[in-house]
């Protein structure tokens, strides 16, 4: 996905790759806008690829139902006629006044002229906590997330966590895996009910009170996990894979010393999408303003309103509404 980088001078630079920055790419292309996004994950997409791309996702306009990384591809295909540049598994360290517009520098130095900056980044960088047991493991039989079931076919599976994402991928995994088993460290869940008893109904074995607390391996990698029971009871598990759904901490990063109006890891905005920094806007999960719905079908309405002031911004004699799409030619 990732795209060139040779060219550096760009409309807007977006940052966040999720589906409000992606069709915030689409939207500026059709406004004949030159785009840049800008993301640290390695994939379009955003939280929906790294965290539940095979979810089904049940409130986008249009779809009774629509997986994941359907919904993300379609995003993809629908911007890539106007071929925005993709600049993925980097991240956007500071951001300066200059001479028209602002500078983007990113962490490998490389530095993007942009007319004006819109912020996408969701919930910004999410880090996944650690399973302590599974130290040195991760990527050698202990995973994250989920972006494919096939890695998992076949294999005895051990998802660690109470949470709805656990529980997505205990249900998602147990048709292609030999077993699943989850293991969480207290009785009560955070899962919704609904949730924890479809997978009890299924047979899912399933561990409380318990913790992992060794990961052990034959000559073909990880073969077995040990746990340990409230009360001192040891248990071994076979798993060639462990989910370590655990949950996460996330953070703006950098962009929080970018001098916007931020709070609790929100950027506050006016009905332009326009934030407190001239040239910047921001929309999708990291925008605030009062009443505001986080949807994934709000930040594309955003994503919209913020492209079409942009345009605007960029070239005063522009139109703010240049027409509905289904009337061009």
Same mark, same amino acid.
Request: hydrophobic letters at 45%; zero cysteines.
């Given at each position: 996905?990732?795209?060139?980088?040779?060219? #550096? %001078?760009?409309?807007?630079?977006?940052? $966040?790759?999720?589906?409000?920055?992606?069709?915030?790419?689409?939207?500026?292309?059709?406004?004949?806008?030159?785009?840049?996004? !800008?993301? +640290?994950?390695?994939?379009?997409?955003?939280?929906?690829?790294?965290?539940?791309?095979?979810?089904?996702?049940?409130?986008?306009?249009?779809?009774?139902?629509?997986?994941?990384?359907?919904?993300?591809?379609?995003?993809?295909?629908?911007?890539?006629?106007?071929?925005?540049?993709?600049?993925?598994?980097?991240?956007?360290?500071? /951001?300066?006044? *200059?001479?028209?517009?602002?500078?983007?520098?990113?962490?490998?130095?490389?530095?993007?002229?942009?007319? #004006?900056?819109?912020?996408?980044? $969701?919930? $910004?960088?999410?880090?996944?906590?650690?399973?302590?047991?599974?130290?040195?493991?991760?990527?050698?039989?202990?995973?994250?997330?989920?972006?494919?079931?096939?890695?998992?076919?076949?294999?005895?599976?051990?998802?660690?966590?109470?949470?709805?994402?656990?529980?997505?991928?205990?249900?998602? /995994?147990?048709?292609?895996?030999? +077993?699943?088993?989850? &293991?969480?460290?207290?009785? @009560?869940?955070?899962?919704?009910?609904?949730?924890?008893?479809?997978?009890?109904?299924?047979?899912?074995?399933?561990? %409380?009170? *318990?913790?992992?607390?060794?990961?052990?391996?034959?000559?073909?990698?990880?073969?077995?996990?040990?746990?340990?029971?409230?009360?001192?009871?040891?248990?071994?598990?076979?798993?060639? +894979?462990? &989910?370590?759904?655990? $949950?996460?901490?996330?953070?703006?990063?950098?962009?929080?010393?970018?001098?916007?109006?931020?709070?609790?890891? #929100?950027?506050?905005?006016? #009905? %332009?999408?326009? %934030?407190?920094?001239?040239?910047?806007?921001?929309?999708?999960?990291?925008?605030?303003?009062?009443? @505001?719905?986080?949807?994934?079908?709000?930040?594309?309405?955003?994503?919209?309103?913020?492209?079409?002031?942009?345009? !605007?911004?960029?070239?005063?004699? *522009?139109?703010?509404?240049?027409?509905?799409? +289904?009337?061009?030619?």
């Amino acid at each position: 996905m990732s795209g060139p980088t040779g060219e #550096s %001078t760009f409309d807007i630079v977006i940052i $966040g790759a999720g589906p409000t920055g992606l069709f915030a790419a689409y939207y500026a292309g059709f406004r004949g806008l030159s785009t840049a996004i !800008v993301d +640290s994950l390695p994939e379009a997409g955003g939280q929906i690829t790294a965290m539940y791309p095979e979810k089904m996702i049940y409130d986008v306009g249009g779809f009774p139902a629509v997986r994941g990384r359907d919904l993300v591809k379609g995003l993809v295909d629908q911007a890539a006629p106007w071929k925005p540049t993709y600049l993925l598994g980097r991240k956007a360290e500071t /951001l300066s006044q *200059a001479e028209g517009g602002l500078d983007v520098t990113l962490d490998d130095g490389q530095v993007l002229r942009a007319g #004006s900056v819109l912020i996408t980044a $969701g919930i $910004g960088e999410f880090t996944p906590r650690p399973l302590p047991a599974g130290d040195g493991w991760l990527g050698r039989g202990m995973v994250h997330f989920v972006p494919s079931f096939d890695a998992h076919a076949g294999h005895h599976v051990v998802v660690v966590g109470g949470g709805d994402s656990a529980f997505d991928w205990v249900l998602a /995994l147990r048709p292609v895996a030999a +077993s699943v088993t989850l &293991v969480h460290r207290r009785a @009560k869940f955070r899962a919704a009910e609904s949730i924890v008893r479809e997978a009890r109904d299924l047979g899912v074995r399933i561990i %409380t009170d *318990a913790e992992v607390t060794e990961f052990r391996e034959n000559g073909d990698g990880l073969a077995e996990i040990e746990v340990e029971v409230k009360g001192g009871e040891r248990v071994v598990l076979p798993a060639q +894979s462990v &989910v370590a759904a655990l $949950g996460f901490t996330a953070d703006l990063g950098p962009i929080e010393s970018w001098g916007l109006e931020i709070d609790h890891r #929100s950027i506050s905005v006016d #009905s %332009t999408m326009a %934030t407190a920094r001239e040239r910047v806007y921001a929309a999708g999960d990291v925008a605030a303003y009062p009443g @505001k719905v986080k949807l994934i079908a709000t930040g594309f309405g955003e994503a919209a309103t913020a492209v079409n002031n942009i345009a !605007v911004m960029l070239d005063p004699d *522009a139109h703010l509404f240049p027409g509905h799409s +289904s009337n061009v030619e």
